[in-house]
């Protein structure tokens, strides 16, 4: 194997190396997304948190009764505030304005 020949097989292998590292780091940056640490763009309380209108209406603050919808497209949001804010919207989620269409609920 001539010197040249290695070096590109050596550059090849480290450009997959990368693709691979990289294709795993958007599969974590995915799959947390919505998440932990994640915060609802209507009301802009966290999600693991409840939202701003029971935070300021109940003095226990019930995490049960506060759930939070996640939609087909990955952004999740409090069950309240994506309600309210669907019947002004037509539908359309906050973050990328395609219809809103809810993949799954609860905590
Ligand atoms: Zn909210
Ligand atoms: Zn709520
Ligand atoms: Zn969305």
Redesign the pocket.
Known sequence: MSDDLAAALGAAASAVDSMVTLRKWNAVAYWSFGERDAVCAVCRNQLDEVCIHCAVTSDSVALDACSILW?V???AYHAHCIVKFLKQSRDM????G?T?IVARTGR
């Open positions: 939609g497209c990955n952004h989620c906050p973050l990328d395609s809103f």
